[in-house]
């Protein structure tokens, strides 16, 4: 007989519901996993839980300090297979960075094998590699037998595992911890135990101690792999005191003899022929030492630090990187400097202590608080510890009482087990014990029988009863607690002093002087050089200062334009009669061996535009510039460098208006004169010449017809010279011009007899 059996349809399982609500509570519960559960490390014991289980798995293997290393593929595999049901990689390699003591400040994996560098390079597969716990971990894990943590299942429930650890090793503040969770991250730099220590017995001596206080113990980050955090004191106390803020963070110079015989890290070695290099000797945590190289490589391959020559990796077990310079007048504050700003050899460390409380609650807290929070987590624990304690001495104290009456009456005790069929209820009976004391006694091996004596035992007896009632007291007395924690704190910190090796300060803590300002022009090498323009726009560089009358070689159909001496280290002014300024570096001009090259492959010039002048720019100096419609202004030689090739708009101008004339104003000069195509001159004051920074200027002359031929400024006690025509080479001086002296925008009178005919000063 068969019965028709009906498959359920698979749609009545299908629920309705907006698809907002559905995914944004789906959302939730995973960011609450990531943030409660991977990211974030726990302010008790400064772990997320894949280190914690890494550990804990690693205690169950009885890999102690002072037992020899197992596989790490041994240690992985139980993690994976009991606590961590994740991805082998990922555990690996956070038990990698627990063993790297370039990494973390105090390891707790004590690696043998590759476990990897400071330069990069990745740990050996976990096959090759063996590791075990260090002392550290063992103190982190200390007392987890004592009853002071709660244990829960493992994922499948074959297992259980720790909350926490309850150790008093202050991890999360001692090792630090980064994370990225959903919607928030931590970011805790590590820190120096014996100073941890020592604002925490300050705290607990004072609850009410101010932070300024703590942070003159506290004082800043202890990255494992040294450096200089170069924040003022005032800074690094107010990011501690709201739990964020950042630290800049630069590598050390090695240390060098000064020529007075003191020793300084100035990390310049001097070499024969008056040659020097500068070293490193540590860099910024979490840089990876390969990858500051490529950075200085890279920036000398891009003529970013022409000042350096070379940068070579000297290191062996201690980090030496030599950076030569170009030559030995380079400036070492200069190299240090852009090393600083052009590379990661200065870098940021953020702050921000966000952690998981008691109740794993997310937070972000300041130091006091931090510190307030985990006093109280350790006085739980030493409570805890405590009652564990006490349980255990009442469950000896009745053994023992059971002991006394059994030796006391010894021989009956022996009759009873003879003769009776079940001799526990009658001794029970007739001695008045517990279940628990006369299974004891009957589980007594004869030959115990010889060490049950009254005296050891009735010792043993006080013994604990003194230590119950020292028990007591302390879980009655908060003061007694606290002196307790300072006890073992003070304990805690012989191992981890300034004179041990492993608790010596590494990072120094010094404000840096005000960063040194400087420009890429400062690091090129000054040399001469004679700028040459000709006519189609091609310019050119020469090595040193050639004639500026020379004749120098151009293309068929060009000729000269400009033609001036500079130094490398100079900028170039290009002004062009659209009233546009651009700026050139003399260092980045074409050799003079061909023609050069086109100006405008190297800045934005307009195809009509027309170039009116090339001059050197002087700092402070200013310029006289007039368009041919006789309008013009002074403008400051500072406000016409342009940082890009566009160049940057100077003089307004419109149709038939052009941009004529760029002179100089010599500081001494209190006079224009401006003739016009009219050959009329004016002169009149510098005062009366604005200084603008941009527009179409004043009128400086007025023309019936015609418009300005040329500018000039000029001193008038000195008069007015000129150039006279021919090969002989002199001038010719008009000492009185007081005639031609005027209000500005006058029209002007003829020049003196023997002025240039071109109306040209």
Not at 302 to 326: A, G, M, T, W, Y
Not at 346 to 374: I, Y
Not at 545 to 573: I, M, S, V
Request: charged fraction near 30%; charge should be negative.
């Amino acid at each position: 007989m068969t019965t028709d059996v009906t498959e359920p349809d698979p749609f009545d399982a299908i629920v309705d519901a907006p698809f907002d609500s559905a995914l944004s509570e789906r959302y939730l519960v995973y960011a609450l996993s990531t943030i409660t559960a991977r990211s974030l490390p726990d302010l008790r014991d400064g772990l997320k839980p894949v280190h914690r289980r890494l550990l804990w798995a690693m205690r169950q293997l009885k890999l102690d300090p002072s037992q020899a290393f197992k596989k790490s593929a041994r240690v992985v595999g139980d993690v994976i297979g009991k606590y961590h049901p994740h991805g082998d990689a990922s555990v690996y390699d956070a038990m990698v960075r627990l063993a790297q003591d370039f990494s973390l400040r105090y390891p707790l994996v004590d690696g043998q094998g590759n476990f990897g560098n400071i330069d990069g390079d990745n740990a050996a597969a976990y096959r090759y590699t063996e590791a075990r716990l260090t002392k550290t971990a063992i103190q982190l894990m200390a007392g987890l037998d004592e009853g002071t943590v709660d244990f829960h299942p493992t994922y499948n429930g074959e297992e259980e595992e720790p909350e926490i650890f309850p150790g008093l090793f202050p991890n999360l503040l001692a090792n630090g911890a980064t994370g990225i969770a959903v919607g928030m991250a931590t970011s805790i730099p590590s820190h120096n135990v014996a100073e941890v220590i020592d604002a925490t017995l300050l705290l607990i001596d004072n609850p009410h101690v101010e932070h300024a206080q703590l942070m003159e113990v506290f004082k800043g980050p202890d990255f494992a792999t040294g450096g200089v955090v170069v924040d003022s004191a005032a800074a690094i106390s107010a990011a501690y005191e709201t739990g964020k803020g950042a630290f800049r963070v630069r590598g050390r110079f090695s240390t060098g003899r000064n020529a007075d015989g003191t020793w300084e890290e100035t990390g310049i070695e001097k070499l024969s022929g008056g040659q020097w290099q500068l070293v490193i000797s540590e860099i910024p945590y979490m840089l990876p030492k390969g990858k500051l190289i490529e950075q200085v490589a890279q920036a000398i391959a891009d003529k970013k630090l022409p000042i350096l020559e070379d940068v070579r990796d000297e290191s062996d077990e201690q980090i030496r990187l030599v950076f030569v310079p170009k030559s030995r007048n380079v400036d070492p504050e200069l190299l240090k400097e852009s090393l600083f700003k052009l590379t990661d050899l200065e870098s940021r460390f953020s702050l921000n202590l966000n952690v998981l409380d008691a109740t794993r609650t997310p937070g972000v807290l300041g130091l006091k608080l931090l510190l307030q929070e985990w006093v109280i987590a350790q006085i739980d624990i030493l409570l805890r510890r405590t009652r564990h304690r006490l349980e255990k001495i009442a469950s000896r104290l009745e053994l023992l009482d059971g002991y006394i009456i059994a030796y006391l009456n010894l021989d009956r005790i022996i009759e009873i087990i003879r003769t009776e069929d079940e001799p526990k209820p009658v001794m029970m009976a007739e001695f008045l014990l517990t279940d628990r004391q006369a299974e004891a006694i009957l589980n007594m091996r004869l030959r115990s029988l010889r060490k049950l004596e009254e005296m050891e035992l009735r010792r043993e007896r006080d013994d604990l009863l003194a230590e119950k009632d020292e028990l007591e007291k302390l879980l009655e007395s908060p003061a007694r607690q606290r002196t307790r924690l300072k006890r073992d704190l003070a304990n805690l910190r012989k191992d981890y002093g300034e004179d041990t090796p492993l608790g010596r300060r590494r990072t120094t803590i010094a404000e840096a002087a005000p960063t040194v300002e400087f420009s890429m022009d400062a690091m090129i090498e000054k040399a001469p050089v004679t700028v040459i323009l000709s006519a189609k726009g091609w310019i050119r560089g020469a090595s040193g200062h050639e004639p500026l009358d020379r004749e120098f070689k151009f293309k068929e159909g060009d000729g000269p334009a400009f033609a001036l001496h500079a130094q490398t280290t100079d900028k170039l002014l290009v002004a062009c009669d659209n009233g546009r300024f651009y700026t050139l570096g003399a260092d980045k001009l074409p050799s003079a061996r061909g023609f050069g090259e086109p100006i405008r492959t190297m800045i934005d010039i307009d195809a009509e535009a027309q170039i009116v002048a090339l001059l050197v720019y002087r700092p402070k100096a200013q310029l006289l510039l007039a368009s041919n419609q006789g309008r013009g202004f002074a403008a400051e030689a500072d406000e016409l460098l342009a940082e890009t090739r566009k160049g940057r708009g100077v003089m307004t101008t419109k149709p038939g208006v052009k941009l004529a004339v760029v002179r100089e104003i010599p500081a001494e000069h209190d006079h224009v004169a401006v003739v016009g195509d009219n050959r009329k001159l004016v002169l009149f004051s510098l005062e009366e010449l604005p200084v603008l920074a941009k527009g179409q200027g004043v009128t400086l002359q007025r023309y019936r017809d015609g418009g300005l031929a040329d500018a000039i400024t000029l001193k008038l006690d000195e008069g007015l010279s000129w150039r006279m025509g021919g090969d002989s080479g002199r001038t010719r001086t008009e000492s009185d011009m007081r005639l031609w002296k005027v209000a500005r925008g006058a029209a002007g009178r003829l020049p003196p007899s023997g002025f240039p005919r071109d109306n040209k000063f």
